[in-house]
């Protein structure tokens, strides 16, 4: 079974609830050393006005690192620790090692509220909430992510979108007296079952359809529980150590275009799965050519748009590199590294994290043979 996301109250215990597009920080590392650390509950607003988002750092000392998580503008978090630096600047903890720096924050409430219809086995304005418990995949195919909404009925979105594929915990369901059933997710946060695999629906109150969709998103092979999720584009796929390709019996390299991964093989099994993005769609075909291909003799481990390379076509020319830079040696395009394993991209390139192409840059052997197709 795929790893599940546990979600609470409007908390970032999983911290996966970010919008579509994770972009280039707004903060800076000058943190320094804390005065006092006082545990306070409040829901707190991110007010940013810059470019992009506002980071989550593991830490709110000088030796604080970035989480690869970022929140948007004018969404809420439940925060439970303040950090009170020397020079009086204030770091809020969100749970676990997950601090934003107070500067973008409006302090909203000293407590989280619940909403009566919220309470357990309640019924409010012909709504029949009650608990149950269980997990849903998201299996919206549409652009972007599936938002998150603080109510069931005439709620407003919160901020924080659901990515496809993804599994969820639910708490509670919302039945209504026609139309779709919705689940909670821990507090005022609910989603449309139409989004899920476990779409239900509801007449005269009562749920009179249950279906069970599988979508796979064009991937010819499941995702592992071990593939990490939210991704790392600067680590590796799976939260586990790499095979040693030398080692791998049958291998073989199998990419799907239109589903986003590449899948190192033995034989007819995946033994590792690695987000990838293709060339970009263009009068609906990839820049990425299909067909049966093997790796080249030519490898290297820069050029001028990314890193860890090795040719599997016209010498040079179609690669396996990392994730983008802006130029030779330059630093890493948050932007496009963001998008990494959801769309195409490319130029006609199979982009990896910069983990997964630097294993293949020391390990995959030339002429091992590359499967690319759409799906």
Not at 229 to 252: H, M, R
């Amino acid at each position: 079974m795929k790893k599940v996301h546990w979600m609470a109250a409007v908390t970032l215990t999983a911290l996966s609830l970010v919008s579509a597009n994770k972009v280039k920080a707004a903060d800076n590392n000058n943190a320094q050393t804390p005065a006092a650390v006082q545990n306070k509950n409040s829901v707190v607003k991110i007010n940013y006005s810059g470019k992009g988002k506002v980071a989550v750092w593991n830490s709110y000392d000088s030796n604080k690192k970035l989480t690869g998580n970022y929140l948007a503008n004018n969404s809420n978090w439940k925060s439970f620790k303040v950090a009170t630096l020397a020079d009086k600047s204030q770091w809020y903890n969100l749970g676990g090692n997950q601090w934003v720096d107070g500067k973008y924050i409006l302090n909203s409430s000293s407590k989280v509220e619940q909403k009566p219809s919220e309470v357990n086995n309640s019924v409010n304005n012909n709504w029949k909430v009650a608990n149950s418990q269980g997990v849903v995949k998201i299996t919206y195919s549409g652009r972007g992510k599936v938002a998150i909404w603080n109510n069931y009925d005439h709620g407003h979105v919160t901020g924080n979108y659901l990515s496809p594929a993804t599994n969820w915990k639910f708490f509670k369901e919302a039945v209504p007296v026609n139309g779709e059933v919705w689940y909670n997710l821990g507090g005022n946060q609910w989603i449309s079952s139409k989004y899920t695999n476990l779409q239900k629906v509801a007449k005269n109150g009562q749920i009179i359809t249950t279906a069970t969709v599988n979508k796979t998103s064009h991937q010819p092979y499941a995702d592992p529980s071990t593939l990490r999720n939210p991704k790392q584009w600067w680590n590796s796929s799976e939260n586990k150590a790499y095979p040693n390709l030398k080692n791998v019996k049958n291998l073989w390299i199998r990419v799907s275009i239109l589903g986003n991964r590449t899948y190192v093989m033995s034989g007819n099994t995946p033994v590792y799965t690695m987000y990838s993005s293709a060339g970009r769609l263009v009068n609906g075909k990839s820049l990425t050519p299909t067909g049966t291909f093997y790796v080249q003799r030519e490898r290297g481990t820069t050029f001028s748009g990314a890193h860890y390379w090795v040719s599997w076509k016209d010498h040079g020319v179609y690669l396996f590199h990392s994730t983008v830079t802006n130029g030779y040696n330059g630093p890493y395009n948050l932007t496009e590294a963001a998008k990494l394993g959801t769309q195409p991209l490319s130029h006609g390139c199979i982009r990896l994290t910069v983990k997964d192409s630097q294993w293949f840059y020391n390990q995959l052997p030339v002429g091992t043979k590359v499967v690319i197709a759409n799906n």
